[in-house]
């Protein structure tokens, strides 16, 4: 009893201390969470740190928290945010603070109630700032008051007259430390037309600018207006003025890889459109190797291999399975692996059901039209089977097995894999059949006249290779002899060794 007893406290005492373990790593969890307005405040101080030294990594190190920033501020910390590092008589403080929603009663109260409860202790509240900071602060407060704004779509007009108020105020002010900040802008400006329902509005505003980008040579925004404009030409469907904007400028080699990226995916699809597929599976290709990881950018990373699938299959290749199973593309691509399994199969039938059944999904992914082309692949990968099968068809069998509207279409798509090398036959039109050479010719002579050349072949190499390897006959019994004899000679010589009957100076050594 007592053992059983001792046994039952240790492990009570093993699982409080886990207990324990475990509350204390959720405690550092939770003070490792920093406040938003601690956060922004931070990043205010290092954008004036790199604006005074002259430094844009520290900008870049801002920016590079914005994704996971933007998704957690809200009207009450933006506006504690731009009180604390604005003193109480700015104008910039003012102007700020009405491109924001106004507060609910609620908040207002409770802000009365906090600042008369520190009254009283003014020592320990940290001291408010005598001047406004640099202006890449405030257009870096715009920059999350903006995209605070896209969050509701009672304020989608309210943030496009944000976005040009904040446009006008960078182009006045024209400091090249804005540059990597401006570059963040105008993707928000560009979100903020498309929420708006206005995108086409914004695209002399991307040109002008991409022009000013060019003559200053700013690398950041260039990069982001170039993907801005390619963006919103695909939106439209302007698929010969993104091709023209693209023989035009050239995209800057230091941007980043998500731009990149975005760039390659853009010309994917150009490509895609303009039946080079060739060119398109390589842009797609890199597009996916700079792409930010699945778990970061989950939609773009989804978008990119929808077209990479249908360009495979344009060119004449079937995806890996195992892209299909990845986790962040299995749901996404289950349309998508429809299509494939009706390509690979060569069934028309099946096809057109597939393509009926996900047509508003291949529509909202702007990939329908692609999808349609792969018709001809499906016929033509029917017709590689039919003949593989049949040495002789008719046209009439061919119309029934591939679900085709006549004979003469037919006719006309098997002549068209025939000439192209899809598959080798003739088209006998008096009897109205297909005849398949490869087929017909399988096993006649000519196979059996080579198999007989090529075994001849390997028997003479074999009897060759058995030649080289033999010795003369009785060969090791000569020297089996002499090994005999040299043992006695050695052994007469020890034996005279130990009688004492040779001298050092012996000529019988010296043969030895």
């Given amino acids: 009893m007592t053992t059983e007893t001792t046994i039952k406290g240790e492990a009570k005492k093993e699982e409080r201390k886990k207990e324990e373990a475990k509350k204390e790593e959720a405690k550092k969890e939770e003070a490792k969470i920093v406040l938003p307005t601690v956060e922004i405040k931070a990043n205010i101080a290092l954008i004036e740190r790199g604006v005074a030294e002259l430094e844009p990594r520290f900008t870049h190190r801002v920016l590079r928290s914005l994704t996971a920033l933007r998704k957690r501020i809200d009207s009450k910390v933006l506006r504690d945010a731009i009180e604390e590092n604005y003193p109480a008589d700015s104008a910039v403080k003012s102007s700020l603070l009405s491109c924001l929603p106004p507060a609910p ?23 408010k700032p005598t001047s406004d900071p ?23 007009v309210k943030s496009i007259e944000i976005s040009n108020e904040t446009i006008e105020k960078m182009q006045s002010l024209n400091r090249r430390s804005m540059d990597p900040i401006a570059a963040k802008v105008w993707f928000a400006v560009e979100r903020s037309y498309e929420l708006g329902g206005e995108l086409a509005d914004a695209r002399p505003l991307f040109l002008a600018a991409q022009r000013t980008a060019a003559l200053r040579h700013d690398d950041d925004a260039q990069a982001s207006l170039i993907n801005r404009l390619l963006r919103n030409y695909l939106h439209y469907s302007l698929y010969d003025q993104a091709d023209k904007l693209v023989s035009k400028t050239t995209f800057p080699s230091s941007a980043s890889s998500p731009q990149f990226a975005r760039y390659h995916y853009f010309l994917g699809r150009i490509k895609a459109v303009q039946l080079n597929y060739t ?32 360009v495979e299959l344009l060119m004449g290749d079937i995806p890996d ?23 690979r199969t060569g069934s028309l039938s099946e096809f057109q059901t597939t393509l009926t059944k996900h047509a508003a999904r291949f529509e909202e992914d702007k990939t329908y039209t692609l999808i349609v082309r792969l018709r001809q692949n499906v016929i033509k990968t029917g017709i590689r089977r039919l003949s ?6 008719s046209l009439r069998d061919i119309c029934l097995k591939l679900h085709l509207d006549s004979e003469e279409d037919a ?10 090398g899809v598959i080798e036959g003739r088209i006998i039109h008096e009897k109205g059949w297909m005849e398949c050479e490869g087929r017909k010719n399988g096993y006649g002579p000519e196979v059996s006249d080579i198999y007989m050349r090529r075994i001849t072949y390997c ?22 002899a002499a090994a005999q004899g040299a043992r006695e000679r050695e052994r007469e010589l020890a034996k005279e060794i130990q009688e004492g009957d040779l001298d050092d100076d012996d000529s019988g050594l010296g043969d030895f």
């Fill in 105 to 127: 009663a609620t908040d207002r109260a409770m802000d009365v109630d906090s600042n008369t409860e520190k009254t009283d202790a003014t020592a320990t509240t940290p001291s």
């Fill in 134 to 156: 640099v202006p890449e602060v405030e257009i870096y407060l715009r920059l999350l008051i903006i995209h605070h704004l896209h969050s509701s779509k009672e304020n989608y």
């Fill in 279 to 310: 060119a398109a599976h390589t842009n797609l290709q890199q597009a996916i190797r700079r792409a930010p990881p699945a778990k970061v950018a989950p939609g773009f990373y989804q978008a990119v291999h929808k077209l990479f699938v249908v």
């Fill in 321 to 343: 399975r195992g892209i299909f199973r990845h986790y962040v593309l299995e749901k996404a691509l289950g349309a998508y692996f429809d299509i494939v399994k009706a390509v």
């Fill in 388 to 393: 593989l099968s049949y040495s002789r068809i």
């Fill in 411 to 420: 006719e006309y798509i098997v002549g068209k894999a025939i000439r192209d």
């Fill in 459 to 480: 028997m003479d190499l074999h009897n060759q290779s058995v030649k080289a390897m033999r010795y003369p006959l009785d060969a090791h019994r000569k020297e089996l």
